[in-house]
């Protein structure tokens, strides 16, 4: 045996090699995924939009680092979920919010969506919903002041959804206002009233197609969810069945958002392909049952809560197959 | 006033149904219990340490009440409680209130001073660090220092020292042996309460080897041998082993000790 | 038609390093170390002592055991002493070390065999035995053993994936030996006496499926040549059988039990010199690579020789090593020292510099199903990594991990960087 001792060598168990990506990585590149729709947002409503996604992205943060250092954990700022989330629920509110609700949405969503089930990985309901619902609850009126494209004056104006609900309960209460007024090329592009992020459809599709190429997210969930929905509202959104639009459907609210960027987190969404198709179905029934027949216009978010709270019990039984067992 | 008259009615009348047939159920669907097995339950310890090799306090607690198992089989429960468990089975409670008699001791007082073979870059937990090319340690007898032990005793009674090796409060040691079945270098014995030394080594390498490797190991020079006045030390292997049998506590061997292997808990 | 496995993940193969590299032979090493254990089994005992003189070939080691592997001298010299050396795989082992006399003499039982086409299945199993062969992919199980199964099968699979990244050895050998291999392959056949057999080889190594089909058509052997997709760990042998044959290997059981056979070209190379040469094995081909490794090199090797050696062999590295590895960079050893000897299970020789060996720390899990998806076990590789970080190892048992291949793929691609292999070593060896 030679004495020679060169310097410590690092022994550690195998694999030696490990892939390039990384959490943080995932999480700023959706966030970048994101910005084209702001962008438009900005466009179409006015800069107040950009103080209200800098608020909640701030307000994220700040929550984030405060809850860190009370539960005595390594601040987990720069993995970039906090500012993810942050952005997501600006991005879910109506351009005219007043700045305290969009910091009060952000505070919620990350103390009460992911830090008290103990931070990233271990909550149950995507933060940022749990935020938004929170709003929805809280401050109904405000989350429903919807302004209309290019009128920088808060000129209010109902969302294509509320029409389309309006005229399909037949409450009337809307009547003068016509869907017609949008065309599916102004749905497409985002020129009409909603939430910050969820309006223009083409910028979310540019996103979400990188985050496709980039394979952080695949198409189980988004195609099951939306084809659901289309199918639904085409057989029962119409008078008599299958005659529904459901081209509106899918160009109007939050479904192109909620289900390229927020049923497809990884943390409250199913981990196999099997079950991401299940979660996709669920999300597109509950979508529409509750913008048919429920009593808000739009169900995006509440179908996604409620199929995250299923998520433990789908991963449970939609196991993939152990290998070299009978099918 | 109509209206909350009938309220009134229904949702009383929806109480009293429903009581009614929650007593029945109560009355049809009840399970014999043993009420001293609840009693039993309340005297061990019920920190479900599993040492009986029960899956609990509570199934010991059965098994004890149904006269299956001696209350002994808790090395856990104080000498008081186990008085009070004989006299709730209406037993003699002669003999039973005993001090139980061992406590766990870790026999390696390596830690930092032991030198490391390589860096270990792995999960901090022994039994993973062993499987590492046998341990990142010089020496192939050292504490591994991952705190496995710690991790799994019931009652906390585990510390990591400075020195970087674990030690055994022997009070608050209650002697279910599951660091013992944890630790894959095999340092954990139990010793009798009423001894106060070991020997903190377990290498049967020869002296020289200790030395170079960390200094504090036994190397086997055989002084305790001849201190000992009831010969209750041997050299076994390279390493004195001490038989409890014949230790009167003593403590001549830890003076002699020129590494100061023999340790006093 | 080119078949593969469900999971399983396409790595970056790093071969360009060596696969020019021809395989060269290095000078004689002025002492060799080896290990009496270099098998799965029984160690051996020593049939030398110090002061013995011993020549190439001789054998030094043997065990009573079924489950063992006899060692040899790799060259002709003098036993210095039998003492506990350092172990690529053990950490330390009893070792038998020689000092060369610089002659390379032959043991005088080293002869060709005449008419070793008409050996029985027994006597081949014999010489297989006393050559000390071994599987030779690096798992080093008793080759004697495997090929003496205790059911009937019909099928053998020669496995030339080498998946693993890095690592040159048994495409060099395709190449260079390809004559030599199907001998081997012959011989195998006859020994477990099945109808089929089945060469299986990556399709990012397209020379090597060229060779091989060549040769098989100039010789008309009737061996079938499976392209297979490039990706890890195709070599494994539950995914090569399902790739090849598309039979699965039923959980906790054996290929055998699918009929099947799976065996290295190297360890039909070996069989080949076995055999026809009467050569035990006391040298092998090893890749020793890294990007700071100054001259990548195929190298042919006497087992003992320390890994050192051959890496000043190969010009030394640029820089530190940060570390060195037995095998390739998904399941290969770290080693702790350079003085660990080659074995007859060291395939490769990978050295990372400090950078490379470098490693983040972990993260929270996010469930992201990567882990899932790659697993070519079917696993959920993720759930018992949760399970070892909450210390509720009860909970494991349900996830299957002895399913568990170690192939490294979940860990590989884990985003959150966790140790997941590790963890699922810790439970399996919690369990046993």
Known sequence: MTEKQPAPLTVTSSPHIRSPETTSKIMWTVFVCLIPSGLVS????????????????????????????????????MDGSAVLTGLLLAYNVPPGSPLWMVFLGSFIAIAVG?????????????????????????????????????????????????????????????????????????????????????????????????????KYITWHIPLSFIGTVGVFTWIFGGKGLFGGDFLLQIFSGGLILGAFYMATDYVTGPMTRQGQILFGIGCGIITGIVRLWGGYPEGVSYSILLMNAVTPLIDRFMVPRRFGEER | MKGIISAILTLSGLGFSFGVLLAWASKKFHVKTDPRVEKITGLLPGINCGACGEAGCASLAELIAADKADVHVCVACSPENRIAIASVLGLSTEGVGRRLSQAAVIGCGGGNRCKNKFAYRGLADCRVAVSAMGGYKECRFACLEQGTCIQVCPVGAISMQPEGVPKVISEKCIGCKKCIAVCPRRLIMMVDRDKDVYINCHSHDKG??????????????????????????????????????????????????PTKTIAIR | MVSTFAGGKHIESHKQLSRDAAIEPIPLPVEVVIPLSQHTGTICEPLVKKGDRVLTGTKIGQSSNVLSSCVHASISGTVRGIELCPH????????????????????????????????????????????????MGGAAFPSQVKLNPPKPVDTLIINGVECEPYLTCDFRLMLEKANEILQGIGLLKKTVNVSKVFIGIEEDKPEALRMMRNKIMEKHYPFTVSPLTAKYPQGAEKQLIKAVINREVPPGKLPFDAGVIVSNVGTACAVYEAVFLGKPLYERVVTVTGATVKKPANLNVRIGTRFGDLIRYCQGTTGAAGKIIMGGPMMGLAQFSEDVPVIKGTSGILVLSEAEARQEGEHPCIRCGRCVDVCPMGMIPSALSLCVESGRLDLSSRYNPRDCIECGACTYICPAKRRIVESIRLVKAVMK
């Open chain 1, 114 to 214: 992911k830090a008290v089930f103990g931070g990233l990985g271990c909550n149950v309901f995507n933060p940022a919903l749990v935020g938004r619902v929170f709003l929805m609850a809280s401050f109904p009126v405000l989350m429903t002041r919807w302004q209309a494209p290019f009128k920088v004056d808060a000129v209010t104006a109902p969302t294509p959804l509320a029409i389309f609900k309006d005229g399909f309960s037949g409450t009337n209460v809307l009547a003068g206002t016509d869907l017609v007024q949008y065309s599916y090329r102004d749905l497409f592009l985002g020129l009409r009233g909603g939430c910050i992020g969820e309006a223009c459809v083409l910028a979310l599709l540019l996103g979400a197609g990188y985050l496709m190429i980039r």
């Open chain 2, 208 to 257: 020289a080897l200790i030395m170079k490797k960390c200094g504090v190991g036994c190397i086997a020079c055989g002084k305790c041998v001849k201190a000992c006045p009831s010969q209750a030390i041997t050299l076994i292997d390279n390493l004195a082993v001490i038989d409890y049998g014949k230790c009167t506590n003593c403590k001549q061997c830890v003076a002699v000790c």
């Open chain 1, 42 to 77: 900005v466009y179409v409503f006015g800069f107040g939009v950009l103080g209200i996604i800098l608020t909640a992205v701030f307000a994220a943060v700040a929550t984030e680092w405060a809850c860190c250092r009370i539960q005595r954990k390594t601040p987990t700022i």
């Open chain 3, 88 to 135: 690529p795989v053990l950490g330390q082992c009893l070792a038998v070390i020689i000092d060369s006399d610089g002659r390379d003499e032959h043991d005088a039982a080293i002869q060709p065999r005449k008419a070793a086409e008409r050996l029985s299945k027994e006597e081949l199993l014999a010489i297989i035995k006393e050559a000390g062969i071994v599987g």
